[in-house]
Structure formats: structure tokens, C-alpha cells
């Protein structure tokens, strides 16, 4: 692994690794039990990243509406989260778009149900009293 060359091959078109290293290095080195990153690791995790995002891309896109139109959109990376078991850990990262005026409408609808809720909590309250 120590002669894995990262960059631009001697013609500059092609790369064996597209993310840059010292962006992953930083984000490793966020988590406070990573004292030190050596190349092999970093290298591997850079790769091991642009596979992934090339798996959730590739699924995303066969599964998708865009597909049609040649097209990869935020909605079928929400969607892939959503549906398959593989990418649900991403939904909370991809959630699906809603408009605010639904969201809004939503919160109002759970503020009425636990409203709901708590009158009739009290009026089970005053029944236990009464008797």
C-alpha cells in the first residue's frame, strides 16, 4: 500500500482518489480517540468513501425517478434512505423535503393531538377525584 500514488497520474487525467485527503484527515482527527491517522488508513478511508458514495449514487439512481431524464435527485437519495434497509441509517442525514406550509400543518395537527391527550388525562383525573 506504501506505493499508492494519489493525485494525478503522469498524463493529469486520472486519479486514483477524488476526495481530498486533508479535508478526511481533519474529520478523523475530529473524534477525540484518534490520537494519529498514517497514509495506509487515510488512503483506505478516502476509498472506502468514494465507494460508498458511488454504491448510495448508483442505487439511487437506478431505483429513482430520474432515471428518465438521466437525472440524480435530492428526492431519490431521501427515497433510497428511506426504502432500503442497506441506506436507512442515512435518513435522518437525507430526510425527505417537505414544504413549510406541511410542516407547519403537522405541527399544529401533533399540538391538537397532545392537547387532546392531556384533556382527556384531566378529565380521567377528575373522574378518579369524584369518586
Known sequence: MAD???????????RLISLPLSRIRVIMKSSPEVSSINQEALVLTAKATELFVQ?????S??????????????????????????FQFLADILPKKILASKY?????????????????DNESDHDEADS
Do not use: F, I, W
Open 4 to 14: 499508492v500514488v494519489v493525485g494525478k497520474d503522469k498524463g493529469g487525467e486520472q
Open 55 to 59: 454504491c448510495l449514487a448508483t442505487y
Open 61 to 86: 439512481y437506478r431505483h429513482g425517478s430520474g432515471k428518465e431524464k438521466k437525472v440524480l435527485t435530492y428526492s431519490d437519495l431521501a427515497n433510497t434512505a428511506q426504502q432500503s434497509e442497506t
Open 104 to 120: 407547519l400543518k403537522m405541527l399544529k395537527e401533533e399540538k391538537r393531538e397532545e392537547d387532546e391527550e392531556n384533556d382527556n
